[in-house]
């Protein structure tokens, strides 16, 4: 069974930095791509940062230049660091991770706050 853990989420002021980090586990299969997402209260879940194995990762526009997503393919983690946080952040994070066989399974969520 796939889990997806995780962590890194908490309150920070406007300015701050929050690092993410979401480990895949339970699968035999090849990983596609693994990325993020956001959802707002009352909004839409909108994607964040995605990156493709073997290829360049894709950032939404209001992101660019502030976050950035790494991973660690040998422990199936994706990381994502983001800096210079604005109140517009806040939001439950997600991880994602398709994978080759078409499989795409979620992260439970993890709370950013961005207030002072």
């Known amino acids: 069974q796939v889990q997806l853990v995780e962590s890194g989420g908490g309150l920070v002021q406007p300015g701050g930095s929050l690092r993410l980090s979401c480990a895949a586990s339970?699968?035999?299969?090849?990983?596609?791509?693994m990325g993020w997402y956001r959802q707002a209260p009352g909004k839409q879940r909108e994607l964040v940062a995605t990156?493709?194995?073997?290829?360049?990762?894709n950032y939404a526009d209001s992101v660019k230049g502030r976050f950035a997503i790494s991973r660690d393919n040998a422990k199936n983690t994706v990381y994502l660091q983001m800096n210079s946080l604005k109140p517009e952040d806040t939001a439950v994070y997600y991880c994602?991770?398709?994978?080759?066989?078409?499989?795409?399974?979620w992260g439970q969520g993890t709370q950013v706050t961005v207030s002072s």
């Open positions: 994602n991770v398709d994978y080759k066989i078409g499989l795409v399974y």
């Open positions: 339970g699968s035999i299969f090849s990983i596609n791509a």
């Open positions: 990156m493709p194995s073997g290829g360049s990762a």
